[in-house]
């Protein structure tokens, strides 16, 4: 990731045009930071790409927040306005359409892999009508992400229990963890124990360090 990427990301649409601006200075081409610009605009309608299976390998365990406790009796809250709490097991999350990709996971701290994902689309759990944001915490409420509801909704944004082939580890964030090839690697929640859909732009653990809310690719 170039500094102009960088500084889109950290600092959003004021930080991405001064650094632009700074790109033009220095008669650097400010493509990046356009292409930039048209990603945070359509990102959520784009593809991630895709590659093939056998470029899949294990990432680096990468942020431990909300994995200390293992959970004994794990089950999926999804909260919703108007509708009553309810939950499912793991069993039941199984259940839904299983969808298989092979993405790449992108950190901001500049290093990425492709890894081969199985689960299911998140959409299959969506409410008929749902608000405009999505809240996934861990069971322990340390770590927090906020999506919006398109960038929730993609085909691509899955509930995965699976990472090449085999059950997610904890390290990892088993039972459950969102992949979300749209968005940086801070977005890809490990360990999910609720989501809520939510009217609400809800908190983000990392755009509360700093970060862009929306961390779009
Ligand atoms: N619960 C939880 N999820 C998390 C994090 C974390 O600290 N806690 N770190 C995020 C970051 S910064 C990255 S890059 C990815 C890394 O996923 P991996 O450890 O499976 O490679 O997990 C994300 N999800
Ligand atoms: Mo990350």
């Not at 927040?65 to 309810?86: F, M």
């Not at 944001?133 to 861990?138: A, F, I, K, P, R």
């Not at 927090?144 to 082939?165: K, R, Y």
């Not at 997610?168 to 039972?175: C, R």
């Amino acid at each position: 990731m170039n500094n102009d990427r960088r500084a889109f990301l950290k600092f959003g649409l004021a930080g991405a045009a001064v650094a632009g601006g700074l790109s033009q200075l220095l008669k650097v081409s400010p493509h990046e930071f356009n292409e930039g610009l048209t990603r945070k605009l359509l990102g959520a309608r784009r593809e991630a790409p895709t590659f093939p299976r056998d470029r899949a390998r294990e990432p680096r365990a990468n942020g431990d927040v909300g994995l200390d406790e293992e959970v004994a009796d794990w089950s999926l809250k999804i909260e919703a306005p108007g509708l009553p709490a309810r939950s499912m097991s793991l069993e039941e999350v199984k259940s839904l359409p299983r969808v298989e990709m092979t993405t790449e996971l992108m950190c901001v701290e500049g290093w990425s892999e492709v890894v081969h994902w199985s689960g299911t689309p998140l959409r299959h759990i969506a409410p008929p009508q749902a608000p405009e944001y999505v809240s996934l915490t861990t069971p322990d409420k340390s770590y927090f992400v906020g999506l919006d509801l398109e960038s929730a909704l993609h085909p691509q944004t899955l509930l995965a229990w699976e990472m090449n082939g085999q059950p997610l580890t904890s390290e990892h964030g088993a039972p459950l963890r969102l992949v979300i090839p749209v968005k940086y690697g801070i977005k890809n929640i490990k360990r999910i124990g609720t989501i809520e859909f939510t009217a609400q732009r809800p908190a983000d653990y990392w755009a509360n360090k700093g970060y862009d809310w929306y961390a779009a690719l």
